[in-house]
């Protein structure tokens, strides 16, 4: 029934296996992708012809986690696979980052790229199982793909770069890095690093770069026994077109952008562009489609020879020249830490916000649940480019950009033992003309020092370019947004002044060298230094105060055995700390708290509270206590949070009281010593020894009391009282000897020697 193809290769000590011909047969190209027990579903369709008017390129990528690949039922209300999570957005975009430059110029016919991970073994990431299952579905579907393309995950521990690592081994080293790459050139890198230098992330990725060779060798394998045959792709000959274009308007363009000021420019080059639709007026829509593809083409023509024969950039700065920067903080006054970074026509406004633990960020994924307590979420709206368009929730784009500034700064964070705060960044875009996202790197460093955020060192960001032709190519510095558009590589680098933090690359053409990168990574490295020098003029260090307006947050750590009186029966006593004294409260199982508020009184009340409760009771201290229930023989004090102590009349005062409720009445402020603590913690308290105004020890004017004779044991009751056997013929009835049971002592309540020696009156 099946005509299954397999191939498998080992790599990374684990097995690599592609099958094809099982499942989902009815898509142009299907792959189950198996690394460890991890496995990716990836489906290929591509629609056979285009749409009417049609001028782009519709590839969508879909990536989806099965909560039932791990074992896992999702949380929430609902009880299935809901929208799509940041880490689906992410990885969606991870494999369409490396795939899209692959497809032919002009193919315009709409491919659906969905990856499903099936199965998950809690230590194989399904992103680059997913990464390469698409590229291999793609590579047999028969569509115009030019790859494939291979992926792999890369670590650094001990100086050793490590293929595909775990999670866990990724947080132990210093770098999580995926590379996609064809076999003669990278296509993508993504990465976070703890500060590695350029010569240490340039050797990670040509380590990448030759482990993805091994899996696009078994892509191949793979093709030659289950391809489809490809398709045949007409691409139409428009040389004719575009030289009677250019003739045109050649010299307006040129014109356009000797222009620096980006209006001024933009006005010129949609003058340019009204003269084409004027000269094809009238001519089907098609023809008009071409003709405005065209026009974008002879620009890209005009920038890119400018830029390799002339060294002239747009806006007439050099190749390695970093536009004018403007950084300040403090700017806005209510928040708790806040900057405005410009840089040329580029603009962000960055907010830092500190929260308590209860503000962390809850992911439910395919590991369970986790807690992430840095956050970073960048907004684009369109008024930043001068654009009218669509205000709302983040699309892909926004996500991916937030992430990137997220993994820059990422590593230079306080751990949670030092600063137990939730941090959020956020960065809102009033300006664009070039790496917004690296502005949002410099200014969201810059508001988290101004919050007090105790950040390791200074991060900032830089955005390169690439024009290549042929042999010939010129790495840029700071590109501007035409730039970005026009040329064929958007190379972006954070780090601080020791190394590297954060490393994205995406490109449009068929990969780059080993030449261009490492030129690359030198020219963005002087860029840093320049950014983080014109960053230091704000604020050099963070500040060693937290705003008035963020909370405060104060660590204690108790004994284990301790938690429970803490959080009292179906958490009573925690309920009430945090009710009394207005601080929020929280505790692990290893016996951490972590006590929050703005008002320091309110976290000292709380922990003064908290410390009374787990500190044991000391014979001869005096405390403050509060009087919780009066009794016929004295008042039960509340004196160290949830420690009570019995008060007996007898020490209430220095003279003969009555009855308690004549001294003291209950929820009274009073101070008592501790005299006594049994052998079952019961605690008797003093009031008379104590000036209760001041709190100062009196001296006790009493005369002692006479010790007590010894009552012996059971031999010497023997002695006194006589043998056992004897006494009862002697006593006669034991009713009739003693009388009647309410009548055996002076108050009727029992026998006095039964109670405590601390409950019996002189």
């Known amino acids: 029934m099946f005509e299954t193809k397999t191939v498998s290769v080992e790599w990374g000590g684990k097995t690599l296996t592609l099958e094809t011909g099982r499942v989902a047969r009815q898509a142009d190209g299907a792959v189950l992708a198996t690394y460890g027990e991890t496995v990716v579903l990836c489906a290929v369709t591509a629609a056979k012809s285009v749409k009417d008017g049609q001028d782009f390129f519709p590839l969508t990528v879909h990536y989806q986690e099965k909560f039932s690949a791990a074992g896992r039922i999702p949380g929430g209300f609902f009880k299935r696979e809901r929208g799509a999570t940041e880490k689906e957005t992410l990885v969606s975009r991870l494999i369409d980052r490396p795939i899209r430059p692959l497809f032919p110029e002009g193919f315009y016919n709409e491919i659906n790229v969905i990856c499903q991970v099936l199965s998950y073994d809690g230590e194989t990431d399904p992103d680059i199982v997913a990464m390469v299952a698409a590229s291999a579905a793609l590579t047999i579907s028969g569509v115009p793909f030019m790859g494939p393309i291979g992926a792999a995950r890369v670590g650094f521990q001990d100086g050793e770069y490590l293929l595909n690592p775990s999670a866990a081994k990724v947080a132990e080293g210093r770098l999580d890095l995926v590379v996609a790459a064809t076999q003669d050139a990278v296509m993508m890198v993504e990465s976070e690093a703890k500060e590695l230098t350029e010569d240490e992330m340039l050797g990670a990725v040509i380590f990448a770069h030759e482990e993805s060779r091994k899996v696009i060798g078994a892509i191949i394998d793979l ?36 222009l620096t000021n980006k209006s001024e420019r933009s006005d010129a080059l949609n003058a340019a562009r009204a003269k084409v639709k004027a000269h094809y007026e009238g001519q089907d829509g098609q023809t008009v489609m071409t003709a405005i593809k065209l026009t974008k083409k002879i620009e890209a023509d005009v920038v890119r020879t400018a830029i390799l024969k002339d060294g002239q950039r747009i806006d007439g700065r050099k190749l390695d020249q970093v536009r004018p920067i403007e950084a300040m903080v403090g700017f806005l006054p209510r928040t708790h830490g806040s900057s405005l970074f410009t840089r040329g026509e580029t ?17 439910d994924g395919l590991d369970g649940l986790t807690y992430q307590n840095f956050m970073l979420h960048y907004n684009f709206p369109p008024y930043s480019v ?32 030092d ?238 009281v009555e009855k308690p409720t004549d001294v003291v009445s209950e929820g009274q402020e009073v101070k008592v010593k501790v005299l006594e603590i049994d052998n079952r913690g019961k605690v008797r308290l003093s009031m008379r020894v104590v000036d209760q105004e001041t709190g100062a020890e009196l001296e006790d004017t009493r005369p002692p009391r006479e010790p007590r004779e010894p009552r012996g044991d059971r031999g010497d009751r023997g002695d006194r009282r ?5 006494r009862g013929g002697d006593r006669g009835p034991r009713r009739d000897s003693r009388g009647p049971r309410r009548d055996r002592d002076d108050n009727g309540g029992g026998n006095p020697d039964h109670l405590p020696a601390f409950l019996k009156d002189d």
């Open 386 to 417: 001068g654009e009218v368009g669509r205000f709302g929730a983040p699309g892909r784009r926004e996500i991916g950009h937030g992430k990137l500034a997220w993994r820059a700064l990422h590593p230079v964070l306080p751990s949670k033992a």
């Open 722 to 726: 006589g043998p056992r056997n004897d």
């Open 223 to 258: 093709a030659e026994k289950a391809a489809k045959d490809p398709w045949e792709l007409t691409i139409a000959d428009n040389s004719a077109m575009k030289a009677e274009i250019k003739g045109l308007i050649g010299d307006d363009i040129a014109a356009a952008y000797k």
């Open 347 to 363: 603009q962000a406004i960055c907010t830092t916000t500190l929260g308590t633990k209860d503000a962390e960020q809850m992911i």
């Open 419 to 656: 600063f137990p705060y939730t941090i959020r960044i956020l960065s809102d875009i009033t300006e664009s003309n070039g790496s917004s996202s690296m502005a949002t790197v410099c200014g969201g460093c810059l508001s988290m020092m101004d919050a007090g955020v105790p950040i390791e060192r200074p991060v900032s960001g830089i955005a390169m370019g690439l024009i290549l032709e042929g042999s010939e190519f010129a790495v840029l510095s700071d590109i501007l947004g035409d730039e970005d558009h026009l040329g064929d590589m958007d190379f972006k680098v954070a780090g601080t002044e020791a190394g590297i933090t954060s490393l994205q690359m995406d490109i449009k053409i068929a990969g780059i060298t080993k030449e261009i990168m490492g030129q690359a990574l030198a020219q963005a490295k002087e860029g840093r230094a320049h950014i983080l020098g014109e960053m230091t003029k704000a604020l050099g260090s963070a500040r060693t105060e937290l705003s008035a307006h963020a909370p405060r947050i104060e660590t204690i750590q108790i004994d284990k055995s301790k938690i429970r009186d803490v959080i009292g029966t179906g958490g009573k006593v925690i309920r009430e700390i945090v009710a009394e004294t207005g601080a929020k409260v929280d505790i692990d199982d290893e016996g951490v708290i972590k006590i929050s508020s703005s008002d320091i009184a309110q976290i000292e009340a709380a922990k003064k509270w908290i410390l009374g409760i787990v500190e044991e009771a000391e014979v001869g201290k005096i405390y403050d206590g509060k009087v919780v229930n009066i009794v016929d023989f004295g008042a039960f004090v509340n004196f160290m949070g949830g420690k009570d102590g019995l008060v007996h009349v007898s020490e209430m005062k220095n003279e003969r």
